[in-house]
């Protein structure tokens, strides 16, 4: 179990070795973001960021951008009776909050299915896994991991964006990733895979935050850390108001 | 203009969380009510999470309660030691309701729970309401005389009187057992709690038909105490579930003042019976659109449940 999940990490931090050993001569791959830390401000509706990178020669591009995991559990409804209730459920391990895979071809046209499998490249190969003791069917299983994966697409957290790398002069790449205002804070992943002739060439990490910034920050990490005084204040402001609206309006 | 809003963690157009509390305001001005069971469904169908629609919306009574209040004071309508009473009630009721909500969170249960309370609260009170403000029942009413809520409750003398632990209101010219107000008090905070209302609208026919309080003390003693229990549901909420969003409550609060005082304004210019006959239709409009989204076949049976830590 501990190996299986570790093996997608083991293989990038592998690939990731073998790129920086070649780097001293020379790198097949280099990547970089527009943006090192994504503000979310109070005026924040979403944010472009600028993916790009140069490879020492021809090759396929595939980049995914990775938001921080989390266990998700999924709700399906059941007919009780006359109204809809929430009945069976399953819990999802670190599945990750955001997901956006962009590629310079349509996948199957220039890597073999075990390797996308491998690397998690495609909202299909997101390896998804059940807590142990939810109690669900194991056959029922499918239908929750096609529903996680709806939804997210639904919300815009998990999207593909084939054919939209754009590669000049079989060197430089380059793509923009739209984050919406939904989005989930905390440290991203962006991994760009060099595909060659139907294997991994190269690939490169390169990490970045999202988080937030300003006074929509402050009242965040204020309600979480000091829960009891952030209700006391907004108790005091609320009368605060009341009693401010009541003397304004007795004078007119 | 977008806002982002940092507890709801979404982005929402200004002007029109500004609309909704002016709209809601203008109603509560309008009818007298706390507009509570209006502001919370229209925030979750806004997409507000469920949680933090509660718990905002408790966070923006406390503000109307207090300008409403002070009117009331000022023309001596409000029965102090009964909103005593009944406050120590709504503390434990909302203090059992905030638990109870964040159980069912963890149960994934907690928009069916809301979406009943509100479906059979909403519709019984509607019901009653349309149905007494019918023309046959309104002459039926009067002529069986202008004291009707005196006649059912204090004048009569049943097992409600036998209690213990009997206290003097003088003000509402009760000696009634405190026990009564304790439990009322405490039932309507379960539902403030849990379904982000102030109560008003369950508390009033209670305070006039079980305890049989004068008409001109209700409604001022029934907003003295909806401001405590509110106010303990708003701490509550931000201390166990960080579910009240202080940005969004400013927002509702400054459109919720400015309708309020429009709508009191043209409340002047209705009749009474036209007044209540329009608010029982709102009324049992919500609940008719909730108890429709319970029933229907969902287009998605499958939801990402609130994350519970």
Do not use: C
Not at chain 1, 225 to 251: E, N, P, T
Not at chain 2, 208 to 230: E, K
């Amino acid at each position: 179990m501990m190996v299986r999940y570790f093996q997608p990490v083991l293989a990038s931090i592998a690939l990731l070795a073998m790129t920086t050993a070649t780097s001293a001569q020379e790198a097949p791959l280099v990547a970089d973001v527009s943006e090192n830390l994504v503000a979310i401000t109070t005026g924040f509706t979403g944010k472009e960021v600028l993916l790009f990178g140069a490879t020492d020669g021809p090759g396929d591009i595939a980049i995914i951008v990775k938001g921080p995991s989390r266990d998700v559990t999924i709700r399906k409804k059941d007919r009780f009776g006359p109204i809809w209730i929430n009945s069976d459920s399953a819990t999802f391990r670190d599945v990750p909050s955001f997901y956006r895979i962009a590629s310079s071809r349509p996948l199957e046209e220039f890597a073999p299915p075990n390797l996308l499998s491998r690397f998690q490249i495609g909202t299909g190969n997101i390896r998804l896994e059940t807590v142990e003791g939810s109690g669900l069917a194991p056959e029922a299983v499918p239908e929750f991991r096609q529903a996680l994966l709806r939804l997210k697409t639904g919300q815009q957290l998990y999207d593909e964006n084939l054919g939209s790398v754009n590669i000049t002069s079989n060197r430089l790449f380059r793509t923009r990733i739209l984050f919406p205002a939904n989005v989930p804070t905390g440290t991203y992943i962006v991994e760009v895979y060099l595909f060659r002739n139907g294997t991994v060439a190269a690939a490169e990490i390169v990490p970045f935050n999202i988080s937030k910034i300003g006074f929509g920050a402050d009242v965040y990490d204020f309600a979480h850390d000091l829960g009891a005084i952030y209700g006391l204040l907004a108790i005091a402001l609320a009368v605060g108001a009341g009693w401010a609206a009541s003397a304004a309006f007795r004078r007119t | 203009m977008q806002i982002y809003l940092p507890i709801a963690e979404m982005s929402v157009n200004v002007f029109v969380i500004l609309a909704m509390g002016g709209g809601v305001g203008f109603l509560s001005g309008l009818f007298g009510v706390g507009g509570g069971f209006l502001m919370t469904p229209l925030l979750i169908f806004m997409g507000v999470p469920p949680a933090v629609a509660v718990g905002t919306e408790a966070n923006q009574i406390v503000a109307s309660s207090v300008s409403g209040v002070l009117a009331h004071m000022r023309r001596g309508n409000v029965d102090l030691k009964m909103g005593v009473v009944l406050t120590v009630g709504g503390f434990a009721g909302s203090g059992l309701g905030v638990w109870l909500f964040s159980i069912l969170r963890g149960l994934g249960q907690v928009e069916l729970v809301i979406s009943l309370s509100y479906v059979l609260f909403l519709g019984v009170i509607g019901g009653l309401m349309l149905w007494e403000s019918l023309p046959g029942v309104m002459r039926k009413r009067t002529g069986a005389g202008p004291a009707t809520p005196q006649a059912r409750g204090a004048g009569r003398h049943t097992w409600i009187h036998g209690l213990p632990f009997k206290m003097r209101f003088h003000k509402s010219k009760l000696y009634i057992s405190a026990i009564l107000p304790l439990a009322v008090g405490f039932l309507v905070g379960i539902l403030a709690a849990i379904m982000g209302v102030g109560g008003g609208f369950i508390m009033v026919p209670a305070m006039i038909y079980l305890l049989g309080m004068p008409t001109q003390v209700v409604i001022g003693t029934s907003l003295f105490q909806i401001i405590f229990v509110t106010a303990n549901t708003t701490f509550l909420q931000a201390t166990i579930n960080q579910t009240v969003d202080a940005i969004l409550a400013i927002l509702l609060l400054v459109g919720g003042v400015i309708g309020a005082q429009i709508g009191a304004r043209f409340a002047v210019k209705l009749k009474g019976e036209q007044l209540r006959s329009l608010l029982a239709l709102i009324v049992l409009g919500v609940a008719i659109r909730l108890a429709f989204d319970l029933v229907i076949t969902p287009g998605e049976l499958f939801s990402v449940a609130a994350e519970v830590k």
